[in-house]
């Protein structure tokens, strides 16, 4: 094994897998002795970690590597790699537009990024490492490099976890085999593949003991998982319940569900299994009809609303999360109000919406016009933003004199702001104490509250004492203070004491 003394600067954008990617990937380098810094422009090896998912997150990517052109050109012997799903999905218009890129990979193939950077400095040629069939086709501005299975790198994780972890995601599935017509994902993640129940039991028990309080199992339509075991179909529900057995872990998630196939076992299981949150991101993506046809999502609004209903009947207490686009190909003024009286109707705990971005190879994108005009799908945006500030104002409200259990994961300000920047862009953000606690209640709503350093990694009750639509503000119970307490209830079925 090659021991570097270099540094290393990895910048991450987009999702949930992106950043367990960027850890896995951070984890193996500082194995292999390299530092992680904060100064991009100063380090020996510069990773960005790309997101494809709307080109506003590729216009960003472009922007930081414009920032590297100079300290490039002041220092030729810097590494600089464009990794995860922009790699994946345009490597030649990377090379072309930022000639000082050096290495491409993408997210199938993050293993293999350390041996490129060796064979960057000793080569000084550019490299390209992308799922098998793209480099079968070959990138025509660099060398392909040879195929790797993807599951090293996850398996490395031990090597690279810090001595103390609160939360952590581990991976259930890669890629997605539904090809929604806007979505980029399953051409850069390529087809859906479950890992094995036991390599996720492990991970996840590797994880408990290093401390950590709170697991997120992760994949782009983990309802759908499945995986053969002695003649049965191992599901989602089957491996909450193996997880759910895991001695030290507090809190189990699991994040994307797709409306579709979503089967009672699954809320089941987050009904009995005492460690799974009552939680659920479902993205629903239109309130249309014609627009989820359009957008070949099997499902129909009224299939949904059931499934809603139903999750509110099988799980008390239960938050429930989505995602909408608005201005998708051909999207009317009435269809577009169907997605604002379904927001309107659900009462969702908060959701993301999204102006659709036509991605390139997809069938929207080749198939039907982009024809929205993006004066309309801003004011789309907005309006449904502005009505789910309302909701979730109200239902945050509704914590106001309630105590709720919140694991906490540190101090506040930046987190806060980072939360309240991506959901209601343009909105007031509000002021906070930097010396102030931030954790999240089982449904995963933000709580800010005064405490110590020494509850940091716990899990601790809160009293609500006032709210915004983004957070609730609170002080420890006096039960919480002595510690007297170790609750593990909804967030709403627990109400103040006497
Ligand atoms: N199942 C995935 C979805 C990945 S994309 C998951 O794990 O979340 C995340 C969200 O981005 C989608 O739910 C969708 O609302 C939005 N999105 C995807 N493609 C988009 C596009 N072309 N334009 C705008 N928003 C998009
Ligand atoms: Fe994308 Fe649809 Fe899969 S949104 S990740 S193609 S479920």
């Not at 057995?245 to 987050?270: C, H, K, N």
């Not at 705990?349 to 005009?373: E, G, H, I, Q, W």
């Not at 509850?455 to 503000?473: K, N």
């Amino acid at each position: 094994m090659i021991v570097s003394t270099r540094t290393v600067y990895l910048e991450t954008m987009g999702c949930q897998m992106n950043m367990l990617d960027s850890e896995l990937v951070l984890g193996r380098l500082r194995q292999l002795g390299y530092r992680p810094v904060d100064d991009m422009a100063g380090a020996d090896v510069v990773l960005i970690n790309t997101c494809s998912v709307r080109d506003h997150a590729e216009q960003k990517a472009y922007s930081r590597l414009g920032a590297l052109k100079k300290p490039k050109a002041a220092r030729p012997e810097m590494v600089i790699g464009v990794i995860g799903c922009m790699a994946e999905r345009d490597p030649d218009g990377i090379f072309e537009k930022t000639p000082h890129v050096d290495l491409v990979c993408g997210p199938g193939e993050l293993s293999r990024i350390p041996a490129m950077i060796e064979e960057v400095l000793e080569t000084r040629q550019k490299l390209v490492a992308l799922s098998e069939n793209k480099s079968r086709r070959n990138s025509l501005l660099a060398r392909a490099v040879d195929h790797d299975s993807v599951e090293a790198l996850d398996l490395s994780r031990e090597a690279g976890l810090p001595e103390q972890v609160t939360q952590a995601y581990v991976r259930i599935q890669r890629g997605c085999d539904k090809f929604c017509t806007f979505c980029i994902v399953p051409y850069t993640r390529g087809a859906e593949r479950c890992r094995p129940p036991q390599v996720i039991v492990d991970e996840a028990r590797l994880l408990a003991e290093h401390g950590c309080k709170e697991v997120t199992l992760l994949g782009q339509t983990v309802n759908s998982y499945a995986f053969p075991e002695n003649g049965r179909r191992v599901g989602l529900a089957d491996l909450l319940e193996r997880v759910n057995a895991i001695e030290g872990l507090e809190r189990i998630r699991f994040v994307t569900s797709y409306p579709g196939d979503f089967t009672d076992d699954i809320l089941q299981a987050m009904r009995d299994l005492p460690k799974v949150c009552e939680y659920l991101h479902i993205p629903v993506q239109s309130g249309s009809d014609a627009v989820l046809k359009r957008m070949n999502r099997r499902y129909t609004v009224g299939r949904y609303e059931e499934l809603l209903a139903r999750a509110r009947e099988t799980v008390p207490g239960i938050a429930l999360a989505s995602d909408f686009i608005v201005g998708f190909c051909g999207e009317t003024e009435s269809e577009f109000q169907a997605s604002f009286e379904l927001v309107e109707r659900a009462r969702f705990k908060n959701l993301f919406c999204f102006k659709y971005s036509p991605r390139p190879t997809t069938v929207a994108d080749r198939r039907l016009p982009d024809d929205v005009p993006d004066t309309v799908k801003r004011a789309r945006n907005l309006a449904i933003l502005q009505l789910q500030e309302r909701i979730s104002l109200a239902d945050n409200q509704s914590f106001i004199g309630r105590d709720v259990d919140v694991l906490v994961e540190g101090f506040s300000k930046a987190a806060v702001k980072a939360q309240e920047a991506e959901q209601f862009r343009g909105s007031e953000v509000g002021w906070r104490r930097a010396d102030q606690l931030v954790g999240r209640t089982r449904g995963d709503r933000i709580v800010v509250f005064s405490g110590s350093q020494a509850d940091i990694g716990q899990v601790r009750c809160v009293r609500i004492q006032s709210a915004t639509a983004l957070t609730l503000f609170g002080e420890l119970t006096p039960a919480a203070v002595a510690n007297t307490v170790t609750p593990r209830t909804a967030d709403v079925r627990r109400t103040t004491g006497p």
